[in-house]
């Protein structure tokens, strides 16, 4: 006899097998429950929540989509906080904001530098800011050649931006949102961190690592006894026109083509005020990966390739092509 058939045998003639069978049972009708309710929210989404009076910390204010968040939020009546390297671009964006009638402020921050974290949060606090109660990692620097042709700052600086700056942030807010048991942290990851992308090689990593580590902190502050209601949303922006990246002309471009970066904002803003925990941009594309995932690679490179037109930028000498 088999140690595996041994194995079944023990299992049924053991003590705890009612209670196993018991324990599916009610897995199942939970599971069952579940489905059913995720399906109605796809037809009728939850109620967007009001983010009056919320302290909302950007990094990366001041470009892109982080500039246009903080003119959103700060329309919507929330405090705003800019945080960006650049002081002539987070000044534009401070100025943006109030020109709205929002209340903002700003700090030069490399978010890079845990210490510089760590201080400007205690400053925030000196002059009196609201705790954060919704945190947006949005920077992040972006670098286009192929691998070997990358040099070691690229790619340290890649981390240390995109993903390492994601780790202190989170240090500086987290412990006031777990005391007052509520909170938002909102990473913007991006497409590159579902599908690997040729020449963005330590950018689809760091991204990657974005999404491991909201996924597992997600996991972490779940399993917590006090229950915090600290919410946590992953963004996959396909292409946005932020500067990072040009387009690189997929077919089908009313889904996949380059959005502005006005839209993406608002649809971050979406997903907060609706506690989604991951969100793509266009949404559609979350669907299309987890199709694609069940399908045999070869497949689903064949699906890639095809929506990337990759045979006619062959034939045109454009495939991969790099501009420094």
Not at 107 to 117: I, L, M, Y
Request: some cysteine; proline content about 5%; charged content about 20%.
């Amino acid at each position: 006899m088999s140690t595996r058939e041994t194995g079944i045998k023990r299992i049924f003639k053991s003590a705890n097998f009612p209670r196993l069978v018991l324990d599916l049972i009610v897995l199942s009708v939970k599971i069952s429950l579940a489905m059913i309710v995720a399906s109605f929210k796809v037809v009728m989404p939850s109620t967007m929540k009001n983010l009056i009076g919320d302290t909302v910390l950007i990094t990366g204010a001041g470009h892109g989509i982080g500039r246009e968040l903080a003119i959103q939020l700060g329309s919507m009546g929330c405090i705003i906080v800019c945080w960006d390297v650049d002081i002539d671009a987070n000044r534009a964006t401070m100025s943006a904001v109030s020109k709205n009638g929002g209340e903002v402020y700003g700090f030069v921050v490399d978010v890079s530098k845990r210490v510089e974290v760590l201080q400007t949060i205690k400053m925030m606090r000196k002059v009196g800011i609201p705790e954060v109660t919704i945190l947006i990692n949005n920077a992040a620097v972006l670098y286009h050649r192929p691998i070997l042709k990358h040099s070691p700052d690229d790619i340290e600086r890649t981390f240390n931006v995109n993903v390492l700056s994601n780790f202190w942030t989170i240090e500086a807010v987290l412990p006031s949102m777990i005391i007052h048991g509520k909170g938002h942290i909102v990473a913007i990851s991006s497409m590159c961190g579902i599908y690997g992308i040729s020449h963005k090689v330590p950018y689809c990593a760091s991204k990657f690592a974005v999404r491991g580590l909201m996924e597992a902190l997600h996991e972490e502050v779940r399993m917590d006894p006090k229950k915090p209601k600290i919410h946590f949303t992953t963004i996959y922006p396909f292409y946005v026109d932020t500067g990072l990246a040009k387009d690189p002309k997929y077919r089908f471009p009313y889904i996949f083509g380059v959005v502005p970066a006005e839209y993406a904002a608002s649809e971050v803003i979406k997903a907060i005020r609706r506690n989604y925990t991951e969100y793509s941009i266009p949404r559609c594309l979350l669907s299309l990966n987890a199709i694609n995932r069940i399908i045999p690679e070869t497949a689903m490179r064949l699906i890639l390739d095809f929506l990337a037109d990759v045979d006619r930028k062959r034939k045109e000498g454009t495939l991969n092509h790099v501009e420094d």
